[in-house]
């Protein structure tokens, strides 16, 4: 892919995590930006997004109040910190590069085409 991921790991339910999402080669911050997971045995779902003309945020209800996403343009990067994490947030997360402009859910794949090759992230209780 032509993103790439960083920052998951192994944690403890209650733990946190931060997640990082690059883009080499072109400006991640032009295009609204999104996190998915993916669990064994489920089907992939979006967690959350940033728009950047207007810095809007969306969340999955499963992650809200939990997770927050932001950007920090001077580097390129969008993070996603995550919070009081759950077993059930255990999964494969990917970023995704999409266009504003494409209707539908910013947690919808069908808006994005740039994608990473995905982090685990693992949460024991």
């Known amino acids: 892919g032509q993103l790439v991921e960083s920052g998951g790991g192994s944690v403890q339910a209650g733990g946190s995590l931060r997640l990082s999402c690059a883009a080499p080669?072109?400006?991640?911050?032009?295009?609204?930006t999104g996190w998915f997971r993916h669990a064994p045995e489920k089907e992939r779902e979006g967690v959350s997004a940033?728009?950047?003309?207007?810095?809007?945020?969306v969340y999955a209800d499963s992650v809200k109040g939990r997770f927050a996403v932001y950007s920090d343009n001077d580097k390129g990067t969008v993070y996603l910190q995550m919070n009081s994490l759950k077993p059930d947030d255990t999964a494969v997360y990917y970023c995704?590069?999409?266009?504003?402009?494409?209707?539908?859910?910013?947690?919808?794949?069908?808006?994005?085409?740039?994608w990473g090759q995905g982090t685990q992230v693992t949460v024991s209780s």
């Open positions: 995704a590069a999409g266009f504003d402009y494409i209707d539908g859910s910013y947690l919808g794949e069908e808006r994005y085409d740039f």
């Open positions: 080669g072109f400006t991640i911050a032009d295009y609204v």
């Open positions: 940033i728009v950047r003309s207007d810095g809007k945020t």
